[in-house]
């Protein structure tokens, strides 16, 4: 079983930056694609950001091109997202999510598995 733990919200203001961690066990880290998805107060659940396994290719949801960047360690099983600019809306919890597949993707429908999510409030 597949096991993911966040880490790295927290408060800044906006303009500020942060650097989220998701840590992977129990299962293939190297061999699957990652994601980063979040989910504001009210609202659906959202593609941010998504790497293949290798780490050759990544996508971004528009709303965090240039802002957002994603990356792996896959000595280490672990995926992180550095967040630049922030921004009030970006507010949200994040989750990071282990994909079917192994390419880079944007469809919320690839992501199987799912981290517990890591709260990151942006201050006006």
């Known amino acids: 079983q597949v096991q993911l733990v966040e880490s790295g919200g927290g408060l800044v203001q906006s303009g500020g930056s942060l650097r989220l961690s998701c840590a992977v066990s129990?299962?293939?880290?190297?061999?699957?694609?990652m994601g980063w998805l979040r989910q504001a107060p009210g609202k659906g659940r959202e593609f941010v950001a998504s790497?293949?396994?290798?780490?050759?290719?990544?996508v971004y949801a528009d709303s965090v091109k240039g802002r957002f960047t994603i990356s792996r360690d896959n000595a280490k099983a672990t995926v992180y997202l550095q967040m630049n600019s922030l921004k009030p809306e970006d507010t949200a919890a994040y989750y990071c999510?282990?994909?079917?597949?192994?390419?880079?993707?944007?469809?919320?429908?690839?992501?199987?598995?799912w981290g517990q999510g890591t709260q990151v409030t942006v201050s006006s």
């Open positions: 129990g299962r293939t880290f190297s061999s699957s694609a």
């Open positions: 999510a282990v994909s079917r597949i192994v390419d880079a993707t944007t469809y919320v429908a690839d992501f199987a598995s």
């Open positions: 790497i293949s396994w290798s780490g050759g290719s990544t």
